[in-house]
């Protein structure tokens, strides 16, 4: 989700016994990088969540899904959070996941969600960011963005990127030949980056007019950075969601305590984390709950989002799109 540079709790009703127990248990989180640090959701999520449980909670920290991947069963993994939705499907085929036991009424997604295993803990939309000191009168379509001539764009790669792999997907279902709008975009693409945080960067530096980056980033710049020259352009044609994920071990050792996590990630209390330290939206509280500055943003009228089978199928040619477009 957005990455920056930079609850009801659970009632203690299971008797001295267990939380005795609890005390001496020890919950390991794998989280992407970003999800730990100080700016992130991560410390606030550990100290609420160790003063409810009596427990500690331990962050591994990397690529969370290529690690899975790599360990296999013999991972030391309670709970995975941080997956993108874009990844379900890889991550499911480990076999390393029990359901999440979390009633999907308390969600508050713009999509219905059935899945008994991933449980989504934040949300946002994909998009072109812009600096309005630098673009005055930015696309309103993504068929407009294609056809403009005097933008310079920074994007990520979708072989190396979540964002990156969304956008392509983005294109792969808004254009009939995703390879020639990729042709009609690459000259004003002026660097591909492999991940976020780079192109971000170019952008904030200057480097380039739009990138990108997801609908939420303009409510980090502005509550942040008091830096409100950044919006994100509203396509008519609607945007690609992006949702991320959480859940649990089928193998932990700490069954009970990976479900209170599970649990704890639908609360008020850890949802309200997720807008001003995520930079996302929350993906279990109501709209009327969201910090000011999120309820102020602009939203798609509507969502584009590929289940993890659609998403699985499309990857290989949205990404052959990409790939031979850019060359052309």
């Not at 962050?59 to 296999?72: A, K, S, W």
């Amino acid at each position: 989700m957005h990455r920056t540079i930079a609850g009801l709790a659970l009632g203690l009703i299971a008797g001295p016994a267990l939380a005795q127990d609890s005390a001496s248990q020890t919950l390991t989180v794998y989280a992407p990088d970003y999800f730990a640090f100080e700016s992130g959701p991560g410390p606030a999520i550990k100290q609420a969540f160790e003063a409810e449980c009596g427990c500690t909670l331990d962050y591994v920290l990397g690529e969370v899904v290529p690690q899975i991947l790599l360990e296999g069963d013999r991972t030391e993994a309670d709970i995975v959070i941080g997956i993108d939705s874009t990844q379900a499907a890889q991550a499911r085929g480990t076999g390393l996941f029990a359901p999440h036991g979390v009633d999907a009424a308390a969600l508050t997604l713009p999509i219905g969600w059935e899945d008994e295993t991933f449980l989504p803990f934040d949300w946002s939309y994909l998009a072109f960011v812009y600096d309005t000191e630098a673009v005055d009168n930015p696309p309103t379509s993504f068929a407009e963005l294609i056809a403009r001539d005097d933008l310079s764009i920074a994007i990520q790669d979708p072989r190396s990127s979540v964002s990156g792999l969304s956008l392509a997907l983005w294109m792969d279902t808004v254009f009939d030949d995703a390879e020639q709008a990729w042709a009609d975009l690459a000259p004003q693409i002026v660097t591909v980056t492999p991940g976020w945080s780079e192109s971000y960067g170019l952008f904030l530096d200057g480097e380039v007019d739009m990138v990108l980056s997801y609908t939420t980033s303009p409510a980090y710049q502005r509550m942040a950075e008091n830096d409100d020259t950044v919006a994100a352009a509203i396509f008519d044609e609607g945007h690609y969601m992006t949702i991320e994920l959480a859940a649990q071990v089928a193998g932990t050792d700490n069954p009970e305590l990976a479900q209170q996590f599970m649990d704890f990630i639908v609360t008020p209390q850890f949802q309200s984390m997720i807008p001003t330290a995520n930079w996302s939206y929350p993906a279990a509280l109501p709209r009327e709950d969201w910090p000011e500055g999120f309820r102020e943003l602009p939203i798609p009228d509507s969502a584009i989002w590929h289940d993890e089978e659609t998403a699985a199928e499309r990857r290989d040619p949205a990404i052959e799109a990409f790939r031979s477009g850019m060359t052309r």
